[in-house]
């Protein structure tokens, strides 16, 4: 007992304080570049993290399988490994499967068995192939024993497990990767225990969410996204804004704008500040969507195919720095680790609370909102 309460709190402080470390670059010419940046960005902000979650999102990865989806899966048996290819060869073309090369670290203790599968859609790919994809993760993740996907698009993976980002990057040999987006995430579990599929990122299809802070309204932002099938499976307050991301973009057409004035909405005394056509626009959006509000601290970098996201709570209880060098945009709980990677900056900025920072491949930066 004594050496766990060192490792989490070595100080001997009376409150731990859970600050995770959050970490993207986007190559927005979409140019795949390799992670070793990032990985030393997580490294700097080693304090933010205890050793017990670490993860990886990387877009691009896959040109061998540019149309192919690619479920990244957890075993703790070898029943489960047995059960969840039966499903996937039900219901899909299974066009190649390996086990997920790793490299033994002293750091990463106590693996399951890792998989990776490639199912191809039909030539009338769309949306409902998203939708079998997305009922496969669920149905995986909720009937079958030992058994998790943790991630489940096309031409991009998660790489996460126990440890600390820069062990786990080793343990996934993560420099043989190249990519035009990668997140990253250093874990300090507060709420949850740690485990493999707790780390970050979490994902559904091709949506990645790397979070630093407390969801305060899990309960009532969880009810929300279940009353429209999602299923809550970990009790992580991240994997319900992952499910939220989802819905409002993909399933109800928002914008990633509007997604944020959801997830993060102005304040109803703000709200009637505004313009006529605003207001009803804000007010609608906060009645219809009120159980998606995330109330308490957080900041949040989102990725999907083609765009990197970052956002944090309406007061900024958790912090997010902002910078553009050459053709990348970088995303970062600190400027220093930003900094330590790229000398060249152009712009550092730190983002107004609830006003998005979005990075599109052919559209460049978008931020609304004023230098702070």
């Known amino acids: 007992m004594l050496d766990l309460e060192l490792r989490n709190n070595p100080y001997r402080d009376d409150k731990v304080i859970g600050s995770c470390s959050v970490f993207g670059m986007m190559e927005m010419r979409g140019r795949c570049v390799q992670g070793q940046p990032v990985i030393e960005a997580m490294s700097s902000m080693k304090e933010r993290s205890n050793g017990l979650g670490g993860g990886f999102a990387v877009y691009g990865l896959y040109p061998g399988h540019p149309s192919d989806y690619a479920f990244h899966v957890m075993y703790e048996s070898t029943q489960g490994k047995e059960l969840t290819e039966a499903e996937l060869e039900r219901s899909f073309n299974v066009v190649h499967d390996e086990e997920i090369p790793t ?32 009922g496969m993760v669920t149905r995986i993740n909720t009937a079958v024993k030992d058994a998790f996907v943790f991630s489940s698009a096309r031409n991009m993976g998660v790489f996460k497990g126990v440890g600390f980002p820069e062990d786990i990057a080793r343990f996934f040999m993560l420099d043989e990767y190249r990519g035009y987006i990668w997140l990253a ?27 630093n802070g407390e969801i305060s309204s899990y309960g009532t932002n969880r009810r929300f996204v279940e009353d429209y099938g999602y299923r809550c499976n970990f009790f992580t307050d991240t994997e319900v804004v992952t499910y939220a991301i989802d819905l409002l973009v993909r399933r109800h057409g928002l914008s990633v704008e509007m997604a944020s004035k959801v997830l993060a ?9 505004m313009s006529q056509s605003k207001r009803a626009l804000y007010s609608s959006l906060r009645r219809s969507y009120a159980g998606l509000l995330l109330n308490g601290p957080f900041s949040v970098i989102i990725g999907r195919e083609g765009e990197m996201i970052g956002l944090t709570d309406r007061i900024k209880l958790r912090p997010l720095a902002a910078a553009a060098g050459g053709h990348t945009l970088y995303l970062s709980s600190e400027e220093a680790p930003i900094r330590l990677v790229d000398e060249d900056l152009e712009r550092v900025w730190s983002p107004l609370g609830g006003v998005p920072v979005i990075g599109r491949l052919g559209e460049g930066i978008s931020y609304d909102g004023e230098e702070a």
Not at 265 to 273: Q, S, T, V
């Open 103 to 134: 490299n033994p670290q002293d750091g990463v203790a106590n693996p399951p068995i890792l998989w990776r599968y490639f199912v191809s859609p039909p030539p009338d790919d769309g949306t409902r192939f998203q939708d079998l994809v997305a």
């Open 185 to 211: 995430h250093g874990r300090f579990p507060t709420n949850t225990q740690a485990w493999w599929g707790g780390a970050h990122p979490f994902s559904l299809l091709d949506w990645t969410v790397v979070h």
């Open 265 to 273: 909405a102005p304040l109803w005394d703000k709200i009637d500040r």
